[in-house]
């Protein structure tokens, strides 16, 4: 609960102030295998999915799930957690890491970074397909800021903070005493009070709004996703282990193993469960630059 990089500090921002962190796995002394590789993970769906029907087809559980398999020198075990336990856990230089973070010099100080394994669209505005036709004025992309102000009487609904860009428009708004936005705990409590139209549009990623389209099933109204113009449209994910000899092997291994068309193939075809065929095509030239860059 991107950019993914963005979204990631957004997270740790909030959460920071709510969430005890538990003993550190660099604390446990029983832990002294080199080849024992710990995979930390977060409850957001669907980059990862804890429970329910789509348990483990997360973005993320199935690029965890296709490296694993590829890494077979080392004995590979999971911990469900937190977005501040993944960063308490580097800053500690621990032997764990995680199947999609960013790329940038920030995080760069705690990770080491394998190559871009997937590409995705960034967050924009998730609405009822059937109130789409309603913004036919507003000529595409268009900022968040232009939205709230051609549509004074919408509720917007967050859940979170959302990255460079939109941000700063939601702190521009006050958005946490503006009575046209509404602060919510759950990205799936979010989505239920979008169906109730107790808000009029949220903000997220596509494939949050795919996720949550087939979660609550076809008793629900279809929910899209519109790009906005504050962001930068695609952002890539990268796999992170901690800054350490440790860490540098591990990704050394990870590059080998994205070098494997099927693997690349396969986590792909994970990514893309997770986006419309409007979202598919609008990614599909990027995706095209990405792989030509990258492989």
Known sequence: MISWQQFLFAVVILLSFFVALPRSFAQNSSNKNPKELVWIRWDDP???IF???????????VVENEITKKLPQY??????????RVLKEA??????CNAGWLDTPEWAKLFYFSKPVFLIPTNGVLIKKKNVSQLADMKRPFSLQTL??????WKLGVGRLYGE????????NNYQKNPKIITIATSLRVHKMLQA???????GYPFEAVYYNQLLGPQSETVVHIPLADNAPFVEVVIACPRTDWGAKVIANVNKALHDKKTLDNIAHGVDRWLSSDDKKRLAPAKKAFYQKNY
């Open 148 to 153: 709230l102000d051609k549509k004074p009487q």
């Open 46 to 48: 669907p980059i990862f």
């Open 75 to 84: 004995q590979h075990k999971r911990l469900d957690a937190t977005v501040p």
């Open 91 to 96: 800053e500690l230089k621990s032997p764990i």
């Open 51 to 61: 429970e329910g029907p789509f348990k483990n087809q997360g973005l993320l559980d």
């Open 197 to 203: 139209d107790r808000i009029q549009y949220t903000l």
């Open 165 to 172: 860009g939109i941000d700063e428009v939601l702190k521009k």
